[in-house]
């Protein structure tokens, strides 16, 4: 696509509840990325993806959090029994260069916003 | 650790130019990126630095100093559109971006 999308845009969930956010990255892009980012703050890096393979998830809070890219290209990030400090803006972001070993330019999507009531 | 600091909000006005500045402490140093991110959006991709020296691009350059750990974004002749929030960014040595919080552009008429 001509951008990375990314779904739904606003999710509201009740607490206890999984949620699954989904990301699809611009055609082509092997490397993919999440981050977290609360109101006023930069991106909260949470882990990223080569191809299929998650190569660094070091920043998922807990293991609540999961995320999988079955295909190389959509990504999902899923949440277990939400609570309500995971209500942020969740962010997706892919770069043509592979993750770990590029300089290339990351380009955002434009983010699910997640509230946990 | 590792560390990103730019001031909080800035203030300028239509017309004028505007330096933020950026200071970095970082396990490694893979080169620097700025943001532009207006409320509510994605952010997107404004400059790289990976040597020292100043980058133009249009109305705003970014200059670089690796032995300062310092960079900054000048954005000249100013409008209003550019009232957004600037992040810093540098990529360490595990090719990992390390972000700064952001610096909010006001711009006044």
């Known amino acids: 696509g001509a951008g990375v999308s990314q779904s739904p845009r606003y999710k509201v969930t009740k607490r206890g509840q999984d949620v699954a956010l989904r990301c699809d990255p611009i055609?082509?892009?092997?490397?993919l990325y999440w981050y977290r980012q609360a109101l006023g703050q930069g991106p909260e890096f949470l882990t990223y993806?080569?191809?299929?393979?998650?190569?660094?998830k070091s920043g998922l809070p807990n293991d609540r959090f999961s995320a999988e890219r079955p295909e190389g290209s959509i990504s999902t990030l899923t949440i277990q029994r939400t609570e309500q400090r995971d209500s942020a803006m969740y962010r997706c972001?892919?770069?043509?260069?592979?993750?770990?070993?590029?300089?290339?330019?990351?380009?955002f999507g434009p983010g699910t916003r997640l509230t946990v009531l | 650790g590792q560390n990103i600091d730019q001031p909080t909000e800035m203030t300028a006005t239509e017309g004028a130019i505007v330096q933020i500045n950026c200071t970095y402490q970082?396990?490694?140093?893979?080169?620097l990126f700025w943001y532009q991110q207006h409320a509510g959006e994605a952010p997107t991709f404004l400059s790289y630095?990976?040597l020292d020296g100043l980058e133009e691009k249009g109305r705003f350059s970014s200059f670089l100093s690796r032995s300062k750990g310092y960079s900054y974004l000048l954005l000249k002749e100013l409008q209003m559109k550019d009232s957004a929030s600037y992040l810093c960014?540098?990529?360490?040595?595990?090719?990992?971006?390390?972000w700064g919080a952001g610096t909010k552009l006001i711009i006044k008429p």
């Open positions: 630095n990976v």
């Open positions: 970082t396990s490694g140093f893979n080169g």
């Open positions: 993806f080569n191809y299929e393979a998650q190569q660094d």
């Open positions: 055609s082509g892009h092997v490397s």
């Open positions: 960014a540098v990529l360490d040595s595990n090719y990992q971006l390390i």
């Open positions: 972001a892919s770069s043509s260069g592979l993750a770990g070993d590029s300089t290339d330019t990351q380009y």
